[in-house]
């Protein structure tokens, strides 16, 4: 008799130990799904950004700047009953956490110059600030400049936009027109972050075209 409640008490905390580990696997399952879903969000915002990039003979100036762990953006908005406007925006993060800062829209050169001020300072009181992806160890951005190629430097950016030449030794002027044949074509985006809890870092990149 003894013998089989020591079997019973066994078999017991076995098949409880089986169903705590299958709980547990659905439950880190669900969390690498959310945050999936999460980086294809991300994935899908920052396309729809970059299709927009406000174009640099119209906005006297480079419509992408990367500093550390951000990437600012100076998009186009042509929201239906309003005029046209910019609006500038920032990918960066906030600890652990990627966000989306995104100030409000702005009709001239003088008020998008605030914002993009503000945006290097933290954003301002009047910025949304969306949180996008939990768990980012960090991130990094480039621009495919043409005829200068991959960028990671803003004022490489503005002299391939501005002199034709990314290794110019004078920094390229942001008033007048820039050079012919010279556009932002692409935006990437490159994210160390964690798919699940006591995970290692994965990297995670993603080309987006913009529509100039």
């Known amino acids: 008799m003894l013998v089989a409640i020591t079997l019973l008490a066994v078999m017991a905390v076995i098949g409880w130990r089986a169903l705590d580990s299958l709980t547990r696997g659905r439950e880190r399952l ?40 951000r990437v600012l953006l100076v998009r186009d908005r042509r929201d239906e009953g309003q005029p046209p406007a910019w609006q ?84 390229a002027s942001e008033a007048g027109a820039a050079v012919p044949n010279t556009a932002v074509r692409a935006v990437e985006l490159t994210i160390l972050a964690r798919m699940g809890d006591g995970d290692a870092p994965r990297q995670f990149q993603k080309i987006c075209m913009s529509g100039l």
């Open 30 to 69: 669900i969390d690498h799904d959310a945050r999936l879903d999460a980086l294809k969000v991300l994935y899908g915002q920052l396309q729809a950004d970059c299709e927009h990039l406000a174009n640099p003979t119209l906005l006297q100036g480079s419509p992408v700047e990367i500093g550390q762990n």
């Open 88 to 171: 500038a925006l920032s990918y960066q993060l906030d600890g652990n956490t990627l966000v989306r800062v995104a100030a409000p829209p702005v009709s001239n050169r003088a008020a998008l110059q605030s914002s993009l001020l503000a945006l290097r300072q933290g954003g301002g009181n009047d910025a949304q600030v969306r949180r996008v992806l939990g768990n980012v160890d960090g991130m990094s951005a480039r621009a495919w400049v043409e005829p200068g190629g991959w960028q990671a430097d803003s004022n490489r950016i503005r002299n391939v936009l501005f002199s034709g030449n990314a290794a110019s030794a004078v920094q």
